[in-house]
T-cell receptor
């Protein structure tokens, strides 16, 4: 149980285009999901907290207009990287909180490469 | 604010060796403590957790005990395998409805045959 999926697992795009990444909780409902970014050989950097039915809460220094988050249902949150540039290339990981616990379950990650 | 300090790697062991990865924390309130493991190119997997003092989390031969008196949550395994090679993250949440994780920097473990 408590499986989280991400789609796509990897994506290559041209500079200036937008990319959408989906995060789904497959066997549970999640009112809260998180989006992280991870650079090589580093820990995870929290980008934003996604709450179902409300606006996302962004961490300091994260551009909300660049990283659009939508948590449209209890099982789906999306991250859209708008007008992507090479510096946005990274490994993006989502997580979902299992209700009635404080445990985050992580997706397998999406590797974004912007050319 | 909350923080997690874990031993820096990399850690290199031979198969069947004993593993300890130290983790200490600073937190207000009553945190829950976690160990996550990340295999190359993958997301994080929950390895074990403990939600209150003196709780012991265990999974796949790994164990960690929530020690409030020493603010520690050290990860141990009696006999490591090559397949245990990964990055291990110690983390905490603030408890209650605060689900945000505070991570340590991660420890790379390499197990050689």
């Amino acid at each position: 149980g408590a499986v989280v999926s991400q789609h796509p697992s990897w994506v290559i795009c041209k500079s200036g285009t937008s990319v959408k990444i989906e995060c789904r909780s497959l066997d549970f409902q999640a009112t809260t999901m998180f989006w992280y970014r991870q650079f090589p050989k580093q820990s995870l950097m929290l980008m934003a907290t996604s709450n179902e039915g409300s606006k996302a809460t962004y961490e300091q220094g994260v551009e909300k207009d660049k990283f659009l988050i939508n948590h449209a249902s209890l099982t789906l949150s999306t991250l859209t990287v708008t007008s992507a540039h090479p510096e946005d290339s990274s490994f993006y990981i989502c997580s979902a909180v299992l209700a009635r616990t404080d445990t985050q379950y992580f997706g397998p990650g999406t590797r974004l490469t912007v050319l | 604010g909350d923080s997690v300090t874990q031993m820096e790697g990399p850690v290199t062991l031979s198969e069947e060796a004993f593993l300890t990865i130290n983790c200490t924390y600073t937190a207000t309130g009553y945190p829950s403590l976690f160990w996550y493991v990340q295999y190359p190119g993958e997301g994080l997997q929950l390895l074990l957790k403990a939600t209150k003092a003196d709780d012991k989390g265990s999974n796949k031969g790994f164990e960690a005990t929530y020690r409030k008196e020493t603010t520690s949550f050290h990860l141990e395994k009696g006999s490591v395998q090559v397949s245990d090679s990964a990055v291990y993250f110690c983390a905490l949440t603030g408890g209650g409805s605060n689900y945000k994780l505070t991570f340590g920097k991660g420890t790379l473990l390499t197990v050689n045959p």
